[in-house]
C-alpha cells in the first residue's frame, strides 16, 4: 500500500500535500489482468517511481524506514539497506550542502532582537499566504494532542522551516508565545504570535 504526501515547492505551482490515498499501485506497463504492484523492495533513495502517470523520486528517508528495513531484511536487498545506513549516517553532512538546508547565522552580540524578528517575519509569511499551514505546524508537532507544544517542539519547526534554532533564539520566541505557568505554547497563542506584526 502506498500513500504519497508530496513537500511544497516555492513558485513552482505544486502546493503539497496529499498526492495518493493509501492504496495498492501497479507498476507501468505491466497487463492490466495482471497486474504486478510496487512492493517494499522497490523503494530506495534515488529511485523513480510512476504512478498514475505521475513520476516521484524518493530523496530521502528517517530512521523508521531503516528500522524497518533492518527488521524485515527479507524483503529488502542489503544493497538497498547499506544505501539507507550509509544515506542517514551522511544526513548532517547533507544538510550542510543541499540547498535549502537550515539556515547558518553568524552571530553578532546583541542581534538576538534581529533574529527572533526576522524568523516571526518568515512565520508571518507562511501565516499570510496559508492560514490553514499554521494550524498544520502546530498539530504536526502537537501529537499527543494535548493542545499544546514547548520549546523542543518550536525547534523542530524552525529547523523544518529552515529558520535559525540556536538556544537563545528559540528560548525568545517561546517567551513571546507563552501566558500560562506551564511554560507551554497552546494553538491560540501560536497563531496570534505568527500573524501578529
Same mark, same amino acid.
Not at 502546530?138 to 502537537?142: C, G, H, K, S
Given at each position: 500500500m502506498i500513500t504519497i504526501y508530496e513537500p511544497p515547492v516555492r513558485n513552482s505551482g505544486i502546493i503539497g500535500g496529499k498526492f495518493l490515498e493509501r492504496t495498492r499501485v501497479a507498476k507501468p506497463n505491466c497487463p492490466p489482468d495482471?497486474?504486478?504492484?510496487?512492493?517494499?523492495?522497490?523503494?530506495?533513495i534515488g529511485v523513480v517511481i510512476e504512478v498514475f502517470r505521475h513520476r516521484f523520486v524518493i530523496t530521502n528517508a528517517d530512521e523508521y524506514v531503516l528500522k524497518f528495513m533492518e527488521e524485515h531484511t527479507d524483503q529488502f536487498p542489503s544493497s538497498t539497506v547499506e544505501s539507507f545506513r550509509q544515506r542517514l549516517a551522511e544526513g548532517s553532512l547533507m544538510r550542510e550542502t543541499v540547498k535549502g538546508a537550515p539556515m547558518k547565522v553568524k552571530r553578532t552580540e546583541g542581534d538576538l532582537a534581529t533574529l527572533v524578528q526576522q524568523v516571526r517575519a518568515q512565520l508571518k509569511k507562511i501565516a499570510i499566504t496559508d492560514k490553514t499551514r499554521v494550524n498544520e505546524m502546530?498539530?504536526?508537532?502537537?501529537s %499527543?494532542?494535548?493542545?499544546?507544544?514547548?520549546a523542543l517542539n518550536m525547534r523542530g519547526l524552525c529547523r523544518r522551516l529552515q529558520l535559525p534554532a540556536d538556544d537563545d533564539?528559540? %528560548?525568545?520566541?517561546v517567551a513571546e508565545c507563552i501566558d500560562n505557568p506551564e511554560g507551554k505554547i497552546r494553538l491560540d497563542n501560536f497563531r496570534r504570535f505568527v500573524e501578529s506584526s
Open positions: 495482471q497486474p504486478i504492484f510496487y512492493g517494499p523492495q522497490d523503494f530506495y502546530f498539530l504536526r508537532y502537537n %499527543n494532542r494535548t493542545g499544546a507544544i514547548d533564539v528559540i %528560548n525568545a520566541l
